[in-house]
């Protein structure tokens, strides 16, 4: 079965520090493993989207990490801002088009002052 | 970069009303766009798939009747709800492919809110 688990479920972190959110997959055909962030009550953004061969892709203070042979991406947030509260979501695609996209459920993160 | 818009942002409706939701690819054509529903602390849930000039592809459990879905150009989708009712209330988020570069955009959703 296609799933994608992300961890921790929720972070506290003060402003200014680092965090690193996981997410694990199992989806096969793998195409493309994208990581958004999603305001409360708005749609998500793109942070990253990394394919096969990639290994790391940056954005600013985010960088995302792909390991094809575990299955494993995390997304590490450096010098962390009160604008970082948001919910992070690892989402893979089995195809380029966007169908059959496989949503975690997002890691929420809270950056306090 | 690719923006896809999505109006209103927010609604409340009385039940038994039925209420649009408009996604529109603002600089860029979208044969391809997708309805997803989220509920509080949730995960996406793929709705339907809405494919310009054709009818749109439902997944399982969602009412075709219900969730009424219109892409009658290459830049406007939009989602009817039909005789709502309270457990219609969510979050509901469209989102079109940009294509170059496995581009996916979402739009910036509607509460709908169901009284």
């Known amino acids: 079965k296609n799933q994608v688990e992300q961890s921790p479920q929720s972070l506290i972190i003060l402003e200014g520090k680092n965090c690193t959110l ?7 055909p793998f195409s493309n493993l994208r990581w ?6 708005r749609g998500p953004v793109s942070l990253t989207i990394m394919t096969f061969s990639e290994n ?10 792909l390991d094809a042979d575990t299955k494993q991406s995390s997304l590490h947030i450096t010098a962390s801002q009160l604008s970082d509260s948001a919910s992070y979501i690892c989402v893979v695609s089995a195809s380029q088009a966007g169908t059959a996209l496989i949503f975690g459920k997002g890691t929420t993160l809270s950056v306090s002052s | 970069g690719a923006v896809v818009s999505q109006h209103p942002s927010w609604v409340i409706c009385k039940s038994g009303t039925s209420v649009k939701i408009e996604c ?17 602390k949730q995960s996406l849930m793929l709705m339907a798939t809405s494919n310009e000039g054709s009818k749109a592809t439902y997944e399982q ?5 219900k969730f009424l879905i219109n892409h009658a150009s290459l830049t406007l989708s939009t989602l009817t709800v039909t005789s ?13 492919v940009t294509g170059g570069d496995y581009g996916y955009t ?10």
């Not at chain 1, 996981?22 to 096969?28: D, E, I, K, M």
């Not at chain 2, 459990?61 to 009747?65: P, T």
């Not at chain 2, 979402?106 to 009284?115: A, E, K, N």
């Open chain 1, 22 to 28: 996981q997410c694990n997959y199992t989806v096969s």
């Open chain 1, 36 to 41: 958004y962030k999603q305001d409360t009550g």
């Open chain 1, 56 to 65: 790391t892709k940056s954005n600013g203070r985010y960088t995302a990490t």
């Open chain 2, 24 to 40: 529109r690819s603002l600089d860029f054509q979208a044969t391809t766009m997708f309805w997803y529903r989220q509920f509080p």
């Open chain 2, 61 to 65: 459990g969602v009412e075709k009747d």
């Open chain 2, 84 to 96: 709502a009712h309270p457990e219609d209330s969510s979050f509901y988020i469209c989102s079109a």
């Open chain 2, 106 to 115: 979402f739009g910036s959703g509607t509460r709908l809110t169901v009284v």
